[in-house]
Nanobody, 116 residues
Framework: QVQLLESGGGLVKAGGSLRLSCTAPERIFRRQNMAWFRRRSGNDREFVAVISWISNTTYYIDPVKGRFTISRDNVKNTVYLQMQSLKPEDTGLYYC?????????WGQGTQVTVSS
């Protein structure tokens, strides 16, 4: 089992910003679309955003469009999620994975807590 390593979470006030990072082994990261997911209290884990391997094409779910930005560094094998204008409903445990995701790649996630 291979786990991706997420970091960068924390406690912020509504309207604040955070930048999440996720590092993966090169053999997993290269040639893969990468995505961020989150699990909010009482809910299933949900897809948040994805970035393609070649063209850096991105896609976001509607609730985060215009506030979150996904990017990747193919030298550092790292994918980022820049989160701005955070809302309390963004609170949750954030994970990265390939897209489509693989069960064996889930890491521990990084907690994001947004206070009102």
């Amino acid at each position: 089992q291979v786990q991706l390593l997420e970091s960068g979470g924390g406690l912020v006030k509504a309207g604040g910003s955070l930048r999440l990072s996720c590092t993966a082994p090169e053999r997993i990261f290269r040639r893969q679309n990468m995505a961020w997911f989150r699990r909010r209290s009482g809910n299933d884990r949900e897809f948040v955003a994805v970035i393609s391997w070649i063209s850096n094409t991105t896609y976001y779910i509607d609730p985060v469009k215009g506030r979150f930005t996904i990017s990747r560094d193919n030298v550092k094998n790292t994918v980022y999620l820049q989160m701005q204008s955070l809302k309390p409903e963004d609170t949750g445990l954030y994970y990265c994975n390939t897209h489509p995701e693989r069960d064996t790649y889930w890491g521990q996630g990084t907690q994001v807590t947004v206070s009102s």
